[in-house]
């Protein structure tokens, strides 16, 4: 039985979402998101060096946009402004492709996003026609008026962008997604496996992670683990687990037959 | 003429030529690119016809890793 995620009207057979930063160069880049499976990759719209060698490789032409959903990001900017400015740039740049992140940051040092900026920018891009993911606190409240906006797609950080500190609050998380009629992904945050599979267990639709894969020492085997974790969190999330009980220990061999 | 280019200033002989001109003056040509003039995105479509004037400010852009 296929379980695929949808977003904006279009199913992905992966619920990995990956970033394309950090990695040494862009061979390791396409090695590693091709061992994670993704099919939705993040890129981020910056000026062209110009005047510098003609010829020089571009992240496109690794990762043509004919084999991944781009999802370009909002990375760096800190107004609304700037924001919408980008993506619309992003939109021009990738022929009229209307899937988006947008974030929104409130300092350098957190990263942690500004929701006023951020609310102000997903109206005004929701109103200009995109499909708006969108990178947020994991206040509920915001969660829900992101999506009263219009947006696509809320994805809660799961701790710091870049932090590797997992998921510092499940039941915010789990708040989130039980009040949410758009999918619920959680970015930013996730070390290792073990926060991928968790997020999956507590019910998002998706985990979209950079660093911990590109920071790993191996990543191409990291992006493999995290292929592997998704895949294992939500299955263990659709077959439902077992109540936690703290003293009815229930063994799982039967107590009759046993020899005196 | 001079015009701003991703925050430098760029000195022309010309007193005007389009934006398509200006990216094979760039050796920017068949490169994935989006622009913006004075704060307008410039439509790839309109390249050839977009006439650049002293003093404008363009962004020049591209995609990169990010996360």
Not at chain 1, 6 to 32: C, E, N, P, W
Not at chain 1, 134 to 163: H, T
Not at chain 2, 6 to 31: C, M, Q, W, Y
Request: proline share 5%; with cysteine; glycine share 8%.
């Amino acid at each position: 039985m296929s379980d695929l995620l949808k977003i904006a009207d279009k199913t992905y057979h992966s619920r990995l979402l990956v970033g394309t930063g950090k990695y040494q160069d862009f061979a390791q880049t396409r090695a590693a998101i091709d061992a994670s499976g993704a099919e939705i990759i993040t890129v981020a719209i910056r000026r062209t060096n110009i005047g510098q060698t003609a010829g020089e490789p571009s992240l496109l032409d690794y990762l043509p946009p004919e084999e991944f959903t781009y999802l370009p990001n909002t990375a760096g900017c800190y107004s609304a402004d700037d924001a919408v400015r980008t993506l619309r740039l992003a939109r021009e740049l990738l022929d009229g492709h209307k899937l988006v992140k947008l974030e929104v940051l409130g300092d350098p040092n957190t990263l942690y996003p500004n929701m006023i900026e951020t609310i102000a920018a997903a109206k005004v891009l929701v109103k200009d026609g995109f499909d708006v993911m969108v990178y947020c606190s994991d206040d509920p409240i915001i969660a829900k008026q992101l999506e009263d906006i219009g947006c696509c797609a809320v994805m809660p950080l799961a701790s710091l962008i870049g932090s590797g500190m997992g998921i510092l609050n499940p039941w915010n998380l789990q708040i989130i997604i039980e009040n949410a009629n758009i999918p619920v992904l959680v970015d930013a945050g996730v070390g290792t496996a073990s926060d991928a599979a968790i997020a999956m267990e507590l019910g998002c639709q998706g985990v979209l992670m950079n660093t911990a894969i590109a920071a790993a020492r191996d990543p191409i085997r990291m992006a493999g683990a995290m292929k592997k974790a998704v895949e294992a969190g939500r299955d263990a999330y659709l077959a439902g687990r077992m109540p936690k009980k703290l003293y009815s220990a229930s063994p799982s061999s039967p107590s009759a037959g046993l020899i005196s | 003429m001079q015009v701003t280019i991703n925050g430098k200033p760029r000195s022309f002989d010309a007193a005007s030529f389009s934006v398509a001109h200006l990216i094979t003056s760039l050796n920017l040509e068949g490169k994935r690119l989006a622009i913006e003039c004075n704060g307008e995105i410039v439509p790839r479509s309109q390249f050839a016809e977009t006439q650049l004037v002293d003093g404008d400010k363009l962004e020049i852009v591209g995609a990169v890793g990010g996360g």
